[in-house]
C-alpha cells in the first residue's frame, strides 16, 4: 500500500496563487486565495510574509516557466536562427488559442502593483531582460546589424501579440506579428552559391 503525499500549505498556496492572479488578476482578495489553497492565514505570512511576497513569488516561478516555454519554442524551430526567432511568433499562436489564455500575466501585473517598490516590478523587470537577451542573441547569430535595437522590436511584438490575443483572438495577432517580425530580420542570408 502507498501513501499519497498532498501538497503542503506553500505548494498549495502557490498553485492557487497562481491560478487566481491570472485569471482575476494581482488584486485577487487575501480571503479568496486561502480559500482556494485551503490554509489558515497564518501559513501565508509563514511561507511568504504575506500577499505581496506570495504574488512576488508566484511572479518568479512562472517567469521561469515561461522563459523555459520560448527556449523550448527556439529549440523546436532547429538551428536557423531566423526560423528560431520566427518559432516564437508560432509558439504565441498555439498559447493564444489555449481555452485558458488570458492574456500577459507580467503586462497585467506591472500595470496593476500601484506600488513602484513592489518587488513583483523588478521580477518582471529581469523576466523581461532575459528574453530580450534570448533574442538579441539569435539576432547576433543571425548577423543582423542592430541586434539590440531589434530584440526590442521583437519584445513590442510579443507584447503586442499577447495583449491582442487575450481580447481579440479571433484576428490571429501571432500570425500578423510574426509577418512584421521577418521585416525586422530583414531579408534570409544570401546563398553563398553562385549561379
Known amino acids: 500500500m502507498t501513501t499519497r503525499t498532498l501538497p503542503g500549505p506553500r505548494e498549495r498556496l502557490l498553485e492557487a496563487a497562481k ?16 480559500k482556494a489553497a485551503n490554509v489558515a492565514r497564518r501559513s501565508l505570512y509563514e511561507h511568504f510574509g504575506g500577499k505581496d ?40 499562436g498555439e498559447v493564444i488559442e489555449e481555452p485558458e489564455f488570458r492574456g500577459c500575466r507580467y503586462l497585467a501585473a506591472e500595470l496593476a502593483l500601484a506600488d513602484p517598490d513592489h518587488p513583483g516590478h523588478d521580477v518582471i523587470r529581469r523576466y523581461r531582460e532575459r528574453v530580450h537577451d534570448l533574442l538579441e542573441r539569435e539576432l547576433r547569430e543571425l548577423d543582423h546589424p542592430q541586434p539590440a535595437h531589434a530584440a526590442d522590436q521583437l519584445l513590442l511584438l510579443v507584447d503586442g501579440t499577447l495583449a491582442v490575443g487575450a481580447i481579440r483572438r479571433d484576428t490571429h495577432p501571432a500570425a500578423g506579428a510574426r509577418q512584421l517580425a521577418e521585416q525586422i530580420l530583414g531579408d534570409p542570408r544570401p546563398s553563398t552559391r553562385r549561379s
Open 53 to 92: 511576497g506570495l504574488i512576488t513569488e508566484v511572479l518568479r516561478l512562472s517567469a521561469a516557466e515561461d522563459e523555459a516555454g520560448y527556449q523550448e519554442a527556439m529549440r523546436a524551430a532547429g538551428d536557423d536562427p531566423r526560423r528560431r526567432l520566427l518559432g516564437v511568433f508560432d509558439w504565441l
Open 19 to 34: 491560478e487566481l492572479t491570472y485569471k482575476q488578476g494581482v488584486g485577487v482578495g487575501v480571503d479568496a486565495l486561502l
